[in-house]
Nanobody, 123 residues
Framework: QVQLVESGGGLVQAGGSLRLSCAASGDTFSRYFMGWFRQAPGKEREFVGTISWRGGNRYYADSVKGRFTISRDNAKNTVYLQMNSLKVEDTAVYYC????????????????WGQGTQVTVSS
């Protein structure tokens, strides 16, 4: 099992940047694909991006491609989401998720979830 704790959320103006972190514990971090998802009020949770075990492969939702970057530091058991050029529509609770093995864009592909961190982008 792996436990996940997100941090780094907050309030930012449109056009600004934030970096989210997700710290993992409990198992060998490098065995897990890591994903980021988000859920806006009144909407379903949606895929943001995912990164493979050593970071060699990364995939993003079209809505964030070119603005968001996922990275990981296996020595620190942490995955990051760098968010640039933020838009009001990026406002959501952001969750990291883990799957031991390969995973993609589906919520049900991930076994472990963090508690989420709120990101609010003001106009």
């Amino acid at each position: 099992q792996v436990q996940l704790v997100e941090s780094g959320g907050g309030l930012v103006q449109a056009g600004g940047s934030l970096r989210l972190s997700c710290a993992a514990s409990g198992d060998t971090f490098s065995r897990y694909f890591m994903g980021w998802f988000r859920q806006a009020p009144g909407k379903e949770r949606e895929f943001v991006g995912t990164i493979s075990w050593r970071g060699g492969n990364r995939y993003y939702a079209d809505s964030v491609k070119g603005r968001f970057t996922i990275s990981r530091d296996n020595a620190k058991n942490t995955v990051y989401l760098q968010m640039n050029s933020l838009k009001v529509e990026d406002t959501a609770v952001y969750y990291c998720a883990a799957h031991r093995g390969a995973a993609g864009r589906g919520l049900n592909e991930y076994d472990y979830w963090g508690q989420g961190t709120q990101v609010t982008v003001s106009s």
